[in-house]
């Protein structure tokens, strides 16, 4: 399995909607990352996990709070969302240094409004 | 800070040329460079991926280079298909254990039948 899944594939939610986006991977990578992306600019950074425990959060608001319940798994629970929000949320996974090529695969995203 | 830019933005060549994509970057401590296709509204599909001490990497019709002293890198499309209009994005990954990547803004690329 050479994939990085993500669920749903578009989230249409309020402003008060508590949500949640799912990842999940099966090729044994220990680094896991949340992007944002918004239209015509590129993903800008917002965590990364590291043997399942958070290494990076870019500053980003409380409203959006991840979770890596194991080392398949990532979360990214979404609460009190605003409409700038709205974006295309990527997934991606890496190998460790020392297990190989450091390539990044990335998911298919997940599209999200927020109205 | 590493700025990693992508010139020209937008493209757009008839079927059959050669495609050139540029990247640049600051600052050449990087460990690895990695570029990326994304069709609309889509993930991030892996082309090619360079380490730092490569000086080029081929897949198929790809050929990417890396001259990390001037801080640039080149994608090369040979014989551009309709099928190749997309944005294609290069990553620049620091040389730091956490594997913090740098993206440049892309170049929309259009082949034209």
């Known amino acids: 399995d050479t994939e990085v899944t993500q669920t749903p594939k578009h989230l249409v939610m309020g402003m008060t909607n508590k949500k949640s986006l799912k990842c999940e991977q099966h090729?044994?990578?220990?680094?896991m990352y949340w992007y944002k992306q918004k239209a015509k600019k590129p993903p800008e950074l917002m965590f990364v996990y590291s043997y399942e425990k958070l290494s990076i959060n870019e500053s980003v608001p409380s409203r959006f709070s991840p979770e890596c319940p194991n080392s398949s798994l990532l979360n990214l629970h979404l609460h009190a969302l605003q409409p700038e929000d709205s974006a295309l949320y990527l997934c991606?996974?890496?190998?460790?240094?020392?297990?190989?090529?450091?390539?990044?695969?990335f998911g298919p995203g997940t599209r999200l409004t927020v109205l | 800070k590493q700025e990693v830019t992508q010139i020209p933005a937008a493209l757009s060549v008839p079927e059959g040329e050669n495609l050139v994509l540029n990247c640049s970057f600051t600052?050449?401590?990087?460990?690895?460079l990695q570029w990326f296709r994304q069709d609309p509204g889509k993930g991030l599909t892996s082309l090619l991926l360079?380490?730092?001490?490569?000086r080029e990497q081929t897949s198929g019709r790809l050929n990417a280079s890396l001259d990390k002293s001037s801080g640039r890198s080149t994608l090369y499309i040979a014989a551009s298909q309709p099928g190749d209009s997309a944005t294609y994005l290069c990553a620049v990954r620091r040389s730091d254990s956490w594997g913090k990547f740098q993206f440049g803004a892309g170049t929309q690329v259009v082949v034209t039948p």
């Open positions: 600052d050449s401590a990087i460990y690895n």
């Open positions: 090729m044994g990578h220990r680094a």
């Open positions: 991606a996974s890496r190998p460790i240094p020392g297990q190989g090529d450091n390539e990044q695969f």
């Open positions: 360079i380490q730092s001490s490569q």
